[in-house]
């Protein structure tokens, strides 16, 4: 079985089935978006280190936020943590555009070149060498929202989202390295959280 043939099983064994995602994850070359000498990890569900400490989150923890998700290609997304720039990419097939922030100079660099160099949705792509937290009013711009770093508590972007929203956040869990996926969906008349979409190890979010 060669890599390609690896990827579907991975997915769909943690229930991510729907086949606009698993198209998108067959059209994007994660290897190429990999570090050079964890290549052969690629296609394993496993938290894949980069530069400054930080790590790509897994396989299935990108497939099921994408599917819990439910990007459209109406909507304009903001990831906050670019990373290696794998699921800004992956996000970028299935959206009308994406803004991307990445605080880390290093990480922003290497995130940038990737895209730069195997993005075949570039033009649809922002990338940012800032923290969101200077720039809190600019969430309402966006109907989709995803925090790939971790933080206390969601309350202090809530009234930041716009309405009909979906956002995505990592919560820090007391004494646990584990932090705990929730989705917020965002109406004119108040809110609606989805506890417990996935778990990861991911770092905190830094200003």
């Known amino acids: 079985m060669n890599n390609i043939d690896k990827r579907n099983p991975i997915y769909r064994c943690h229930d991510i089935l729907d086949e606009k995602i698993l198209t998108t994850i067959k059209k994007v070359k994660r290897d190429l978006f990999i570090p050079e000498k964890y290549k052969c990890f690629s296609y394993t569900d496993l938290s894949i280190p980069l530069e400054s400490g930080e790590f790509m989150l897994t396989p299935s923890c990108e497939g099921k ?5 439910d990007f459209n290609i109406n909507d304009n997304v903001l990831i906050v943590g670019t990373g290696s720039g794998y699921l800004t990419e992956c996000i970028s097939h299935l959206t009308n555009t994406v803004s991307s922030y990445e605080i880390d100079l290093e990480l922003f660099n290497y995130g940038k070149k990737n895209l730069d160099s195997y993005s075949q949705h570039r033009y649809k792509i922002n990338l940012n060498h800032q923290s969101i937290l200077d720039s809190l009013n600019h969430l309402s711009n966006y109907s989709k929202v995803l925090f790939t770093c971790s933080i206390d508590s969601y309350k202090l972007f809530i ?3 716009g309405q009909n929203t979906k956002s ?3 919560i820090n869990q007391y004494k646990s390295p584990y932090k705990t996926g929730i989705m917020i969906s965002k109406a ?5 959280v989805n506890k417990n979409i996935v778990t990861s190890q991911t770092n905190q979010i830094r200003d």
């Open 159 to 161: 009234d930041y989202l």
């Open 168 to 170: 995505f956040f990592f």
């Open 65 to 69: 936020i994408m599917q819990a998700m």
């Open 188 to 192: 004119r008349n108040g809110y609606r």
